[in-house]
């Protein structure tokens, strides 16, 4: 072992000094060996976080643990004393941990969009009743169009758009889109969310659609940076209507 380190150009390690920190290692609380117990199907891996699939805490552990081996074999040929190495190892797994954790579970919040500037590529008036877009920022969840009065509605157009400003940039990771209850919901079937320029998630399926009043979550396939959402249909002929919105952000390092 020892001519083997010294190839790797790493001297003064004997084979004693070797095998004691490779104990201190192997002893490390939370990395012994049942970490790497194999799984079957009938013994799925439990992801310690939401955030977290089995496949990246396996990558993190390997990770985690190479920092450890070379922390130990740097240090210093005088430290003797085993319970100071030992308290050392475990400050710097501990302080591993807490970084990655930091990292890899982003904390989502719920942007406030309350009244804040809106606009949409036309408004419907019915019956006395103006349809406006700040309606879909009002805070008002009824998705009932004609007795709630607090959806947003365009005329028949071609690609009709609904627009927020948001306060400051934000890293958006969802959005969610109220739809109309009382008729018609099926017309939101298509619907595309943008954050600024790009694209998030897919459009809203004709399944999601079909769901009276239901809320169509759009998930970003990765943060996107931007200050204003966009909602549109991209045909001819076609009608938004939205009774609410909601948009979900990531600390902005994300999108970094």
């Known amino acids: 072992m020892a001519s083997i380190m010294a190839s790797i150009g790493i001297p003064g390690h004997n ?11 192997r002893d490390i609380r939370g990395f012994s060996s049942t970490h790497w117990k194999h799984h079957t199907p009938a013994d799925p891996v439990e992801p310690t976080t939401p955030c977290q699939p089995p496949r990246e805490r396996m990558f993190r552990l390997f990770l ?12 210093p040929q005088e430290a003797n004393n085993e319970d100071e190495l030992s308290r050392d190892i475990e400050l710097l797994k501990r302080a591993l941990e807490r970084k990655y954790l930091d990292q890899a579970a982003p904390a989502v919040t719920l942007v406030d969009i309350v009244n804040l500037q809106t606009e949409q590529s036309s ?20 998705s009932d169009l004609i007795q709630g009065r607090s959806c947003a509605h365009t005329a028949p157009q071609n690609n009709p758009w609904w627009r927020v400003y948001l306060r400051e940039p934000h890293c958006i990771v969802q ?25 998030c998630g897919s459009p809203v399926t004709a ?45 902005m390092k994300f999108c970094m």
Not at 15 to 25: A, P, Q, V
Not at 175 to 199: E, H, K
Request: charged fraction near 20%; glycine fraction near 10%; aromatic fraction near 8%.
């Open 123 to 142: 408004t419907l008036v019915f019956n006395d009743v103006t349809y406006g877009s700040g309606n879909a920022v009002d805070k008002n969840f009824n």
């Open 15 to 25: 084979e004693t000094r070797l095998s004691r920190r490779h104990k201190y290692i």
């Open 207 to 251: 399944q999601s659609a079909n769901i009276p009043g239901g809320m169509n979550l759009v998930i970003c396939d990765k943060p996107i940076a931007g200050d204003q959402i966009v909602i549109h249909i991209p045909r001819d002929g076609a009608i938004l209507q939205i009774c609410e919105v909601q948009v979900w952000a990531v600390p």
């Open 175 to 199: 959005v969610g889109i109220v739809n109309r209850g009382d008729g018609d919901y099926d017309r939101l079937a298509g619907a595309v969310v943008r954050v600024g320029g790009p694209a």
């Open 64 to 75: 985690l643990t190479l920092a450890l081996c070379h922390a130990v074999f740097a240090f």
